[in-house]
């Protein structure tokens, strides 16, 4: 059963993403589907401290992926971990042209807020507040599938 992260420890049985059918088609609604998807693997990196999923989805030279998974990995390091950082995407809007070499997909972003704890069960003072934001993702598609090359916040 699942049970998210608190004081007393990480979360546990935390529902690994699945990625849908639809997330490896060059269409308009497969861009959506992939760009959801890949923010749920986002999200259960943050729950667990495995950033495979979220990485399979992110070009090698996409800055702001990379510095994701760098702050999540430096988050779990050793016995950390994190309560909260749980993200959820309402609205995602792709702007899909036929044939082009990147598309672009408008992310509307709620992530919850986010406590590093140490292994001393103590937490680290900083904490990182809910937001509610707009991420713009930049997206390739090749034979493997859709890939995040770029991402940015909307300000």
Known sequence: MYKPADAKGRAQNVPVPVKPALADKNTKEGLEAFAKYWFQALSYAYETGNTKLMEAGSGPNCRFCNGLRDNIKNAWQGKQWIVGGKVQTPS??????KGATSQQATVQVIQQEITIYKADGTPFPDVTKQTNTGSQAVVSFDSSGWT???LGLIR
């Open 148 to 150: 995040v090359i770029d």
């Open 92 to 97: 995602v809007s792709a702007l899909y042209k």
